[in-house]
């Protein structure tokens, strides 16, 4: 099961890294060594926060009984907006139904995220070839961005026109066929351990809790699912 993040629950610190497992046959007598990466790297999350206001107590109480402990994967936006592109940039705006038609009262979806960019790539390949058609190149190294539900932080990033060539990390966690990209992701989380996230409270009123969770890769999860 995936649970969402409350609405209105921000941390105050967010240390978000890959566990990288390198692997090596050890030392040479000569003191040689050759290390190698590995597929199992994965992302790492800590976030801690300022006391909660008294309607994010219960908001966040829910969410933590609702994994039950690491049964359950959370789905945690990747808290960046310093440094992705702005609202303006992305062009978040309303939209119509996919025929051109609004809703009946005239409404339209609120965009959250680029539109209609789309990502195809091979499981483990670390570069990938995007086109970003009219939004141009609003997309550069050391940023985080996402493919369908996936993280990936690039490492360099070159423009042809409106086409970037990603490099990037860790490798791609699966095969991919025009999958959604997104330039605001979101990660699929777990406990790091079945006690994490408990929420002491000061008389009963002011708690600032803290979360270790550990990325949960696609096999897992439909393995969770399943079992669920």
């Known amino acids: 099961?995936?649970?969402?993040?409350?609405?209105?629950?921000?941390?105050?610190?967010?240390?978000l890294r890959l566990i990288n497992k390198t692997r090596s046959a050890g030392e040479s007598l000569t003191g040689f060594e050759q290390v190698a990466g590995s597929l199992a790297t994965r992302w790492a999350f800590s976030l801690e926060f300022n006391n909660l206001k008294r309607h994010l107590i219960p908001a966040y109480?829910?969410?933590?009984?609702?994994?039950?402990?690491?049964?359950?994967?959370?789905?945690?936006?990747?808290?960046?907006?310093?440094?992705?592109?702005?609202?303006?940039?992305?062009?978040?705006?309303?939209?119509?139904?996919?025929?051109?038609?609004?809703?009946?009262?005239?409404a339209e979806y609120l965009t959250t995220d680029v539109s209609g960019i789309t990502?195809?790539?091979?499981?483990?390949?670390?570069?990938?070839?995007?086109?970003?058609?009219d939004y141009g190149p609003i997309f550069d190294g050391g940023l985080y961005f996402g493919v369908d539900e996936e993280t990936y932080l690039s490492t360099s990033v070159a423009w042809a026109g409106n086409v970037a060539t990603i490099k990037f990390q860790p490798g791609l966690r699966q095969d991919h066929t025009a999958a959604t990209f997104r330039l605001r992701p979101r990660l699929l989380m777990r406990l790091a351990d079945d006690q994490s996230g408990e929420l002491p409270l000061e008389r009963g009123i002011i708690g600032s809790p803290s979360l270790e969770m550990v990325e949960i890769w696609p096999d897992e999860l439909s393995l969770a699912e399943g079992g669920a």
């Open 61 to 106: 109480r829910a969410m933590v009984a609702s994994l039950e402990g690491r049964a359950n994967a959370l789905r945690v936006p990747v808290f960046d907006p310093q440094f992705w592109p702005s609202d303006a940039v992305i062009g978040i705006a309303s939209v119509p139904h996919s025929d051109g038609t609004p809703f009946s009262d005239d």
């Open 119 to 133: 990502a195809t790539g091979l499981k483990g390949t670390k570069e990938l070839t995007v086109d970003f058609g």
């Open 1 to 15: 099961m995936i649970i969402e993040w409350p609405k209105g629950l921000s941390p105050r610190i967010i240390n």
